[in-house]
């Protein structure tokens, strides 16, 4: 009889399907910083991310983490001026997610002028407020011998402590360093950051094992 009266119910359009589980604005924009805290740029909703950023923002004008994930939402729409502008209006902050996405502006000149030194300063002032993203991207920027920013000591640092916090991204460049650094006693180790990366998500260090 309960089967008869929810397909009589169905017919009639009513969903019986589980309620959708609401997102944040940090679920839905926020930088990858670990398996199961933000999302690659590539796999933004920029719609539904939109929605709810906006709304987080106008709820909460002075929270400078959703106003930092609505500018990356602003960039993946292609509205970089936007999301320039919404972050340098926060002006002097702390919060590590502000932080680390100024310092993208600043790095790729996408919403305001290029400036590898501020970019660096906002990498560097995020890492110290824990943000793994930032660390993880500083550490790409020292560890790059043909940089005028290298600093091989710094982003060895910066890179094992990503990486033992659990960012995908951070795992996997140290399993490239051990893979490739020409020392093949290393390799084990490689092959178990990059496990470890694969199951966070690190799309790249799969194809390596």
Known sequence: MRLLLKAILVACGVSFASPA????????????????????????????????????????????????????????????????????????????????????IYRDGRGGPKDMGRAIASFEAASEEGNLFAMQVLAGIYLNKDSQFANAERGKVLRQRAADRGNPDAMEMLGDSLMYGGEDDQKPKAIDWYLMAAAAGAIAAKAEL
């Open 21 to 104: 589980v609401a997102q944040t604005c940090e679920e839905l924009a926020a930088p990858v910083q670990t398996a199961t805290v933000g999302i690659a740029f590539d796999a933004i909703d920029p719609k539904k991310a939109l929605s709810v950023c906006t709304a987080e923002v106008k709820a909460n004008p002075d929270n400078h983490a959703s106003l930092a994930h609505l500018a990356r939402v602003y960039s993946k729409l292609d509205r970089a001026d936007e999301a320039g502008e919404l972050l340098r209006a926060i002006g002097d902050t702390r919060n590590p997610d502000a932080l680390a996405y100024l310092g993208v």
